[in-house]
């Protein structure tokens, strides 16, 4: 969302997207490619397969085996990973800048030639069983899935990005190649680095690997995902070997402007909300359910943003006999900061986003992210500078009013843990919506 040094963003004619953030003040580089596709572009038979394809990307390539693709990098003292959201998938690098035509040649072989081999595809459906098996078991995670659920019901962004058990087992290579067919396409793709790099010989050989990347007619790129209906419920589940209680309320926020244009003023005022309300231990939400009250040990606000959606989301933790006193009082505090906004809070939240920003912009693979996530949501790349500006420009009137505008929708609340039932999520999510319907 914000960079040190001027962004250098220019469109290949098949319509991939290469994307150079110089950072002279450091001596590493990160390298990316990111495709415009997750668990969103899923239907309940396909659901978790872009999570195994990112797994499967790197066992192997038409001239390297899973062995060679991983000492190739680390012979460079290299990181590489990736990862799998609900609208996107990113595969990256990060070492020394001097290497970044190096790593960007091995990102690109990944995406571009992995082969899927049959006998790695089996031993690594195993893996990412147990992977599922151990998320599902775990009652935090599975309050984070449960949030999804309640946010958009059965739509595609409601299921988990990690797939279903029954699903992995089940995926063949054939899936793997019908899906990068389909979605691993020119106008999905942004090919990014950032950090101290050669950015002339760098685009010069990003051009030359994915000139040749198929385009897409019916792909994002000339068509942007429509967001998904929000369905905003109450769901559970129980968890009998835990003592705690893991919640999440979630409230929905339109990321765009009044003529449907993507507004970065509005993500921003959005974030201050979030920092706002429970983003230290000074934060209303902290100081209260935890200092004052003793409620909870963990409890705090975020916001959960994606290229066409953007979600308040609190987080607490605590036993059953205080879930209801929590939930009363977060609904109180939200009520609270929809009539007025305290400007010794704004200005904790503008100094805290603005730390954030600074703070990202001196890492490169931070910077890079961000950025890619910016160009998808709005098009653009926002020097640093100016969004340091916009955020101080942000009047408490903007922030009042993202707590206005989402509390005139009904909670979205999952719970699970200790004695929870479908009823008591019901209630909480009831009582919630009780206790902030005065609110402006």
Not at 423 to 440: E, F, H, T
Request: proline content about 5%; some cysteine.
């Amino acid at each position: 969302m914000s960079m040190p040094a001027t962004p250098i963003l220019r469109t290949l004619p098949n319509g991939v997207r290469l994307l150079a953030l110089p950072m002279p003040h450091v001596q590493s580089a990160s390298v990316g490619v990111f495709l415009r596709v997750g668990s969103r572009d899923e239907t309940p038979a396909t659901n978790g397969i872009s999570h195994v394809l990112e797994h499967m990307a790197f066992k192997g390539t038409t001239t390297r085996s899973v062995q060679a693709i991983n000492l190739d990098a680390e012979r460079l003292g290299a990181d590489v990973n990736a990862y799998t959201g609900k609208d996107s998938t990113g595969y990256f690098m990060t070492g020394l800048g001097e290497h970044a035509q190096q790593l960007l040649g091995m990102v690109a072989d990944i995406v571009l030639h992995s082969t899927f081999p049959e006998i790695e595809l089996q031993r690594e459906l195993e893996v990412i069983r147990q992977e599922a098996i151990e998320y599902d078991e775990d009652p935090e995670d599975s309050s984070s899935d449960l949030l999804d659920r309640a946010l958009w019901g059965a739509a595609s962004m409601g299921m988990p990005v990690i797939g279903t058990v029954d699903n992995i087992v089940g995926f063949t290579r054939n899936d793997l190649v019908r899906h990068v067919q389909q979605h691993y396409v020119a106008h999905n793709t942004v090919v990014a680095a950032a950090g101290h790099f050669d950015v002339d010989a760098w685009m010069s050989l990003a051009e030359d690997l994915f000139t040749a990347m198929p385009a897409s007619a019916d792909s994002f790129g000339s068509h942007p995902p429509v967001p998904a209906a929000y369905a905003c419920q109450a769901v559970s589940r129980r968890f009998t070997q835990v003592s705690q209680v893991f919640l999440n309320i979630a409230y929905p926020l339109t990321p765009t402007g009044p003529d449907g244009t993507p507004s970065q003023r509005r993500r921003l005022a959005a974030a201050l909300a979030a920092n706002l309300f429970g983003g230290g231990m000074s934060a209303p939400l902290v100081d209260t359910v935890r200092e004052r009250l003793g409620l909870a040990y963990t409890a705090d606000a975020t916001l959960d943003s994606g290229d066409n959606w953007l979600n308040f989301v609190v987080h607490a933790v605590t036993t059953p006999d205080k879930i209801e006193a929590l939930v009363q009082a977060t609904g109180e505090l939200l009520h609270a900061q929809a009539a007025t906004i305290d400007p010794v809070h704004l200005e904790r939240a503008k100094n805290q986003l603005t730390v954030s920003h600074v703070r990202a912009s001196e890492r490169p693979f931070a910077t890079m992210e961000r950025a890619v996530e910016e160009l998808w949501a709005s098009g653009t790349v926002t020097l640093l500078a100016d969004t340091m500006a916009l955020i101080d420009d942000i009047r408490s009137e903007e922030v009042r009013d993202v707590f206005a505008r989402m509390l005139v929708h009904p909670p979205a609340l999952s719970i699970t843990g200790k004695g929870v039932s479908a009823k008591s999520a019901r209630q909480l999510a009831a009582s919630l919506a009780a206790s902030v319907l005065q609110a402006p």
